[in-house]
């Protein structure tokens, strides 16, 4: 078992502010037996900032498989909701899985309501975490993969879900088994989205796994592993969205 915490950005602090801010929560770190080695260090901007901490990654070629949720202040609101959030997390650890968190805490008083795409859910998280784990054999049937990825779909990220209602999930991270994958990473803005969709592209010509308008299309293979690996073809029943929270307005989560 490790920790490891990398970056911490401080936009537009200077170095005693930054210590200011976080050398309390390495103390509390100490108090708990972890031991932690803080290295700082100052850009001119954000840009170098995220260059010098995020370098260069490889494309995913190891059968990894990903999922994400946004965990929302109501898992801290209370000491039981705490409790079952932080047993649940811990059981995903125990059963061998990583867990990368962001800390968030963008509100609609910071970042504004912006006529967008993105998911009201980031302006409600406080936590962003991925979870995920390695086929143990890449090279097994494709009906042994898929059994393994639809566990991980039905169990670890169900249980996650139950923990977060109504909230999302970041694309970039997210289960391609995803259920009602529109709320998941689109939220309520995706009735919306959707009507754009089909006035510009009303033959589904573009088209991106879990991106809108895809719930139409399926690719078709043996296996019906998750990937791009078989012919895409129209989908004779399409899992349609439906709503899992509000339609998140402004100020609500900001209290």
Known sequence: MSFSMSPYFAAGKSLAETKVLIEPHFAKLKSLGISVTPKYTTFPGFYAAYNASFPVEAVNDKGIVTASRMFPKANWATPHA???????????????????????SPTWARGGKHDTSVNPAWRIGIAYLITGFPHADLYAPGAELLAERENFTRGTMETWRKLTPGSGAYLNEGDRIQPNFQWAFWGSHYPRLLEIKKRYDPFNLFYATTGVGSEFIEVRSETRYPDENGRLCVKAKPEMYFAEGPGYVEGSEDE
């Open 82 to 104: 705490f409790d079952t959030m932080y047993a649940a997390l811990w059981a995903t650890i125990e059963s061998g899985k990583a867990i990368i968190g962001y800390n968030i």
